[in-house]
Structures are given as C-alpha cells and as structure tokens.
C-alpha cells in the first residue's frame, strides 16, 4: 500500500512538473519569437520552479503538519519581480521596453503555483488565455496604439533655429506640444540638436499620416516615434 501511495505521488509530481514546462514554455516561445530578454528557456524555469515551490510547501505542511501552504507560493510571487524587473528597460529615447515580457514572467509563475497545488484546469485555460493576449492581441495593440490623440517623438534638427520653425509647423497643423525636452544627439556633430516631444493631435489620426507631414518640415534631419 506504501509503494503504491509512493508511486501515484510520483505519478502526480511528474505531471505536475511536465505541466509547468510545457506552459511555461508555451508562454516563452512566442517571447523567443521576438527577440526579448526572456524567452523560451526562462520561461519554462520560472513555471517549473513555481510549481516546484508549491509542492515542495504542500509536501511540508502534510509531512510534518505545521506551516502556512501559501507561504512559499506568496514568497514567488513577490520574489519574481526581482526577475521581472531585470526585462525592463529603457532606452536612449527614453523609450521603456519589456513590460509585456515582465508581466508575462509573473504570469508563468502564478500558472505553476497553480499546477504545484493542482489546480490543473485553472492554470491550463489560464495559459491559453495568455498566450493570446501576448501573441494574437499584439496586432489589435498596435493598430489601436497607431491612432490615438497622443503622439511621443524624437526628432533631430539640421540647425537650433529650425526647431521653431518645426514648432510653427505644429501650430499650423493644431497640434500642441504637452512635454519637451531638448537632448544632445551624437547623431548632429555640428550643433547636437534634439528633442523628446509628446504632441497631443487635434482628433484622432494615423500616426504614420502625421510623422510623414513632420518629416518634410524643413530643418528636420530625422524623426521617429517612440
């Protein structure tokens, strides 16, 4: 009867561990696809690992009878943002890259906290749901993102009096400028000229529509959104 027991509880922790590699990896292929910090392999450990710590408290808490189940599983949860902090960065332009990345750890770590406990159907309709957010809704992201009212810039000029003259042109065109910020570019070896801009647009518009309209402003040497 012993064998037995010992051999279903086997049995489970190896579906269970399996189970955590398998979304953890799924999470991380579509991260790997693009290129991101974290990707197919540190996915997979995160959820291994969370589920390994689940089990590892249950093991306790019914071998010796004492300790909170949910102390180890609270203890990943507030301990992976170490790791998921480390996905975020920010850029030259003061662009901010890898949220979704970090998100998606934390994620992956409360689906094998789940399968460490068992609760197999939550954590399985969970991962599917997040891998469409991650990967299908990337697309509807984008478009939505590509044609709201604000607009964030980085734009380098020929000469510092052109940056008026691309001011004026944002005028005519009933756009406001909400934040400023005038930076050195490497890029502009004779005067150095650039800045951050967030536009606020009089409607909602392409942003592509309105960075080509930009970009034939005279002075500007090059422009992109952030």
Request: proline share 2%.
């Amino acid at each position: 009867m012993l064998e037995q027991l010992l051999q279903n509880d086997i049995v489970i922790s190896l579906i269970k561990l399996h189970l955590a590699l398998l979304c953890g990896g799924i999470l991380g292929i579509e991260r790997g696809r693009k290129k991101r910090p974290a990707g197919f392999r540190t996915y997979m450990l995160v959820c291994l690992g969370s589920a390994l710590v689940m089990m590892t408290n249950e093991y306790i808490s019914i071998e010796y009878g004492t300790g909170d189940p949910a102390r180890m599983g609270a203890q990943v949860i507030s301990g992976i943002g170490f790791l998921g902090a480390g996905t975020i960065i920010v850029t030259g332009h003061n662009r901010v890259k890898g949220l979704t990345t970090a998100a998606g750890l934390w994620a992956a770590a409360c689906i094998g906290l789940s399968i460490g406990i068992g609760y197999y159907e939550v954590a399985i309709i969970s991962c599917i749901m997040i891998f469409i957010v991650m990967s299908l809704l990337h697309s509807l992201d984008e478009r939505v993102t590509a044609a709201t009212k604000v607009l964030d810039i980085f734009v380098e000029f020929e000469r510092l009096p052109n940056m008026g003259d691309f001011i004026n042109d944002l005028r005519e065109l009933e756009i406001r400028i909400s934040d400023l910020e005038i930076v050195r570019s490497k890029a502009v070896e004779d005067v150095g000229v650039a800045a951050l801009m967030t536009l606020r647009l009089p409607k909602k518009q392409n942003h592509d529509e309105i960075m080509s309209i930009l970009h034939d402003s005279e002075g500007v040497k090059f422009i992109e959104e952030l």
